[in-house]
């Protein structure tokens, strides 16, 4: 007797999605396919270079030597490239999955490879932990999806959880959810997310890349450091989907 391949839940997803909504461009919003041969180019071109985006994020965490943690971002967070994000995110546009984490994984590849980062080639990869309420929002988690592409002996997902929903949040972590304006650079890398380190998952000192979506002011990442620290990894680097423009002039003056 033969097994059954289990249905994949994000298939069934998608195919729910293509019966209940109209098949219109889920970037420029044509009518007639989820995804527009000229979208789908643009979107590709956007995404066919990494590059270096750590300039842009004035909260990411700082190195002993006082220079932000090094990211690499497949693309800039503008344009085609920001509704396609967003669209694939909050607007259930699965069918930008293959396109989008393949560009994270070519990301991946090169922040790996990036000489300017000690210990990168062999660091794993954590990815910010998906919440329970934006889950069941979705039905989906969009990371989980974007690094679900790649070897699964690189990801770890158990080094940081998120809370559980319905978890009162402790008390230090009052003041994570509050606005970003008006808090300095500072005070945004020191927000906890309540987010639950697991020590002795890995070696001690074991290098970690961190993994996110979207980069704008680095704040999410900087969260993430902490509570990769607290686990026992090292946080070396970070790889990013998208990221904002880098300014025009030197750091100073931009959640994420």
């Given at each position: 007797?033969?097994?059954?391949?289990?249905?994949?839940?994000?298939?069934?997803?998608?195919?729910?999605?293509?019966?209940?909504?109209p098949?219109?461009?889920?970037v420029?919003a044509?009518?007639?396919?989820?995804?527009?041969?000229?979208?789908?180019a643009?979107?590709?071109?956007?995404?066919a270079?990494p590059?270096?985006?750590e300039?842009?994020a004035?909260?990411?965490?700082?190195?002993?030597?006082?220079?932000?943690?090094?990211?690499t971002?497949?693309g800039?967070?503008a344009?085609?490239?920001?509704?396609?994000?967003?669209?694939?995110?909050?607007?259930?546009a699965?069918?930008?999955?293959?396109?989008?984490?393949d560009?994270?994984?070519?990301?991946?590849?090169v922040?790996?490879?990036?000489?300017?980062?000690p210990r990168a080639a062999?660091a794993?990869?954590?990815?910010?932990?998906?919440?329970a309420?934006g889950?069941?929002r979705?039905?989906?988690?969009?990371l989980?999806?974007?690094?679900?592409?790649?070897?699964?002996?690189?990801?770890r997902?158990?080094?940081?959880?998120?809370?559980?929903?319905?978890?009162?949040?402790?008390?230090?972590?009052?003041?994570?959810?509050s606005?970003?304006?008006?808090?300095?650079?500072?005070?945004?890398?020191?927000?906890?997310?309540?987010?639950?380190?697991?020590?002795?998952?890995?070696?001690?000192?074991t290098?970690?890349l961190?993994?996110?979506?979207?980069?704008?002011?680095?704040?999410?990442?900087?969260?993430l450091?902490?509570?990769?620290?607290?686990?026992?990894?090292?946080?070396v680097?970070?790889?990013?989907?998208?990221?904002?423009?880098?300014?025009?002039?030197p750091?100073?003056?931009?959640?994420?």
């Open positions: 007797m033969t097994g059954t391949a289990r249905p994949d839940r994000t298939s069934l997803l998608e195919g729910i999605v293509d019966l209940v909504l098949a219109d461009c889920a420029c044509r009518p007639g396919t989820r995804l527009c041969a000229g979208c789908a643009e979107v590709g071109r956007r995404l270079v590059r270096r985006a300039e842009a004035l909260a990411l965490p700082l190195g002993p030597d006082g220079t932000p943690l090094p990211v971002a497949a800039t967070y344009e085609e490239l920001a509704t396609a994000v967003l669209a694939f995110k909050d607007h259930h699965l069918v930008l999955r293959p396109l989008l984490a560009a994270l994984a070519r990301a991946v590849a922040a790996r490879l990036d000489p300017s980062v062999h794993l990869l954590v990815p910010v932990p998906g919440g309420a889950h069941r979705r039905g989906y988690d969009p989980g999806e974007l690094t679900g592409a790649l070897p699964p002996a690189w990801v997902r158990d080094l940081v959880v998120a809370p559980r929903l319905g978890v009162p949040r402790p008390p230090w972590a009052a003041g994570a959810a606005a970003h304006a008006g808090a300095d650079a500072r005070q945004r890398r020191g927000r906890d997310r309540g987010w639950r380190a697991r020590p002795g998952r890995v070696r001690p000192g290098p970690v961190l993994v996110d979506d979207v980069l704008t002011t680095g704040a999410t990442l900087a969260a450091a902490a509570a990769v620290r607290a686990a026992g990894a090292d946080p680097g970070a790889v990013v989907l998208a990221a904002v423009a880098p300014p025009r002039h750091r100073g003056g931009a959640e994420g």
